[in-house]
């Protein structure tokens, strides 16, 4: 007899996976993330290819303002801005997605271990996270920068170990939801094991969460090790957007008006929380039933012309 994948007879099967993938990419707000993200990913990889110059090398005279063979300047001590920047892209994003994934997958492990196991091990998983949470993120990040060893493995660690509680407190409600589900009980009774029942029933049907508190964890990466560099507590002579932007202030960039030395840096990491918040909401409009309704109701109204502002209006298809 063959046998059937339990994670397909009990929970979500693949196809439902595949669908909400098919939608996720048909989003506009997804599409735009991606389209933002990719081009900051091959940025950071093709590098070498987009300046002849290396980020560390003098080039110039401090603060010139952009021109033909400088496209965004030169910084205070004379190196390229441009090549700084596509440089820098690939500290900050290396960072951000490392501390994202690392962040996740502790939080997701802690969080759905404490969400299914109830008792001594969820009390004592559930006090680890509220104690990590009531700590005060910001101290604790500067306290820990400045006493260990600066470097990218450093960071990471900090980052990693600042950063995972909030997505283990989300987890473990969400399988405190799932484990009261038909399909977890069907595999409880066919006799599977609880690691299992945790990693193959309960998480595909979180996938999406997890995807989205991925993504939250990058954008709170980039914008936490940015803001650790701009404060002298990483290593400045490695070239990252936050590095740039703690030379452009040590340079008093803002009182000589030279807007581009901190301007770019500063716009890298909005556009990429920016295309990162898109695929968050792009997600969360697929795998949310609210906002899935709320869209149907409002390609209803519009196909009837029905204006908004009416009450409660009650729609019947016409017969065929």
Request: net charge neutral.
């Amino acid at each position: 007899m063959e046998k059937t994948n339990s994670s397909t007879r009990f929970g979500k099967p693949v196809s439902a996976q595949l669908e909400i993938l098919k939608r996720m990419v048909s989003q506009p707000k997804a599409i735009l993330g991606l389209v933002i993200l990719t081009l900051f990913i091959l940025m950071a990889i093709f590098a070498p290819l987009l300046t002849k110059y290396d980020p560390s090398d003098y080039v110039g005279l401090p603060h010139q303002p952009p021109n033909r063979e400088f496209i965004l300047g030169t910084t205070g001590q004379g190196q390229d801005v441009f090549t700084q920047l596509v440089y820098g892209s690939r500290i900050s994003l290396f960072i951000g997605f490392s501390v994202g994934i690392l962040s996740t997958l502790i939080g997701l492990i802690v969080g759905m271990l404490a969400g299914y196991l109830p008792g001594i091990i969820d009390g004592v998983l559930n006090l680890f996270t509220n104690v990590f949470l009531l700590i005060p993120g910001l101290p604790l990040l500067i306290a820990l920068a400045s006493f260990l060893p600066q470097g990218m493995v450093t960071i990471i660690l900090v980052l990693t170990f600042t950063g995972w509680a909030w997505p283990a407190r989300v987890f473990r409600s969400q399988t405190l939801s799932l484990r009261e589900k038909d399909f977890v009980s069907a595999a409880v009774v066919g006799g599977e094991s609880v690691v299992k029942i945790v990693f193959s029933e309960i998480l595909p049907n979180m996938l999406s969460l997890v995807v989205s508190s991925l993504f939250g964890a990058v954008i709170y990466s980039i914008g936490a090790d940015a803001g650790l560099a701009f404060l002298g507590f990483e290593n400045v002579n490695i070239v990252s957007w936050g590095t740039m932007l703690y030379w452009a202030s040590n340079s008093s960039a803002l009182l000589q008006e030279a807007w581009w030395t901190f301007l770019p840096p500063g716009l890298c990491i909005a556009l990429v929380s920016f295309g990162t918040t898109m695929l968050i909401y792009a997600m969360d409009e697929v795998t949310n039933p609210r906002l899935r309704s709320e869209k149907e109701i409002t390609r209803v109204l519009n196909k009837y012309h029905i204006g908004s502002k009416r009450s409660t209006p009650v729609i019947k298809e016409p017969l065929l």
